[in-house]
């Protein structure tokens, strides 16, 4: 098997996959109307189960995650609704972490290896400020709800970032997020529509977390230029 065969199969398999869950319309399968109705039943599951739960849990997370399964807050509501605050939301962060991690190896082993070899020195430029910076930008895009949770899992492996400082800007990132609808889920008799876990505040917050997360690169950048005007 040639070397560019090796590095193309796991993203297409990955892009089969994914093709596959829509062409199911997975997503249909499970609504925030569903969970209520079933949510009994779940419970049920969870008390005769409760070593093998959390584990089909994470891994029914990671898939969604990998997948790009639009269910991830649904499966977070349930979350909260059946292991509570705490563990739900180690659960949740756990995989979606592993899920992220697999679709970011797979885009930086494949688009992120055949760019770097094409690119030319614009590119190498925005590399080496992303690498130097690289947890204090995935900390603000983890943070701040605007960015596409699937965008931010494919854009930093375009540009060579390690898979330990995603992995952990990743897993520490989403807390803040996933705690906050792991919350709402223990009441997830009182949710009506997902529209409800929106408010301004809220996303005020994430935006203050996202903007504290970027201190240290801007001090970086600042002590970079005074060194050039000494």
């Known amino acids: 098997m040639s070397k560019k065969i090796r590095r ?42 409760p070593a093998l739960s959390p584990f089909i849990f994470m891994a029914s997370y990671t898939l969604c995650v990998a997948l790009s399964v639009p ?7 349930l979350g909260g609704f059946l292991f509570g605050l705490w563990f739900g939301t180690l659960y949740v962060v756990t995989g979606a972490t592993i899920g992220a991690a697999i679709v970011f190896h797979i885009a930086k082993t494949s688009l992120g290896e055949t760019l770097r070899e094409k690119a030319g020195p614009f590119y190498n430029k925005i590399e080496k400020n992303m690498k130097d910076n690289a947890a204090g930008y995935l900390l ?9 949770f699937v965008a931010v899992n494919v854009v930093p492996a375009l540009f060579n970032i390690p ?23 223990q009441q997830l008799g009182n949710i009506n529509a997902l529209s409800d876990l929106a408010s301004p505040k809220a996303l005020f917050a994430f935006v203050l977390l996202g903007v504290f997360s970027l201190i240290p690169v801007f001090l970086k950048h600042y002590k970079d230029r005074k060194k050039l005007q000494t």
């Open 140 to 148: 603000f895009m983890r943070l701040i709800p605007l960015f596409p």
């Open 71 to 77: 269910i991830a807050t649904l499966l977070t509501l």
């Open 163 to 185: 898979l330990r400082t995603f992995v952990l800007t990743t897993f520490f990132g989403i807390i803040p997020g996933s705690a906050v609808y792991v919350y709402f889920g």
């Open 8 to 49: 193309f199969l796991p993203l297409a398999i990955l892009l089969a996959l994914i093709a596959f869950a829509y062409a199911l319309d997975l997503q249909s399968h499970l609504s925030l109307e569903q969970i209520k109705t079933h949510k009994e039943s779940f419970k049920g599951f969870i008390t005769t189960h």
